[in-house]
């Protein structure tokens, strides 16, 4: 059975959310089944996750927390995944989900992406373009159709 780990920024949970789950109905409706590996965020106020990395760090709570959470997706979920997506609406990519790439390159796994270009820095203003990263990425699928029908 493929297992897949699903990687994206904070700020767009729910739209991961919606994309994990319309590929787990297209994988029943084809009689496939998969392991899903997701992000285990902690679910704030929406305004708490839209905010920078930079700003959420200074909840204590959260600054406390994100060190176990990171290591438990980098060091269980995308070294036992077979395949790793990395949800990068708009580009963008978050310095977590940027690591999550790196470590997935370095286990040698398969790695899509939603879009082509990888851009870092404050979301949705100020971004610049990461390069290095899009070298990493063996497909992009821009649907959950589409990443079912590529790895099917």
């Known amino acids: 059975m ?3 780990c ?9 739209e991961l ?3 994990m789950a319309d590929f787990q109905k297209i994988a029943r409706k084809n009689k496939q089944s998969f392991v899903i590996f997701h992000p285990e965020f902690e679910k704030k106020e929406r305004k708490f996750e839209l905010s920078s990395e930079k700003m959420r760090l200074q909840d ?9 959470v990171v290591y438990n997706h980098l060091f269980r979920k995308v070294a036992q995944a077979d395949i790793v997506f990395i949800f990068n609406k708009d580009g963008y990519i978050g310095a977590n989900t940027h690591g999550e790439l790196f470590a997935a390159a370095i286990t040698r796994k398969l790695i899509f992406a939603l879009q082509p270009k990888f851009l870092m820095g404050n979301y949705p203003k100020d971004m610049y373009e990461e390069p290095s990263a899009s070298y990493l990425v063996h497909d992009i699928a821009k649907t959950p ?3 079912f029908e590529k790895i099917k």
Do not use: M, N, T
Not at 6 to 13: I, L, N, P, Y
Not at 60 to 68: D, F, L, T, V, W
């Open 145 to 147: 159709k589409e990443l």
């Open 6 to 14: 699903f990687c994206a920024s904070q700020k767009f949970r729910p």
């Open 17 to 19: 959310e919606k994309f």
């Open 2 to 4: 493929i297992k897949i």
């Open 60 to 68: 204590a709570s959260y600054r406390k927390a994100i060190p176990g």
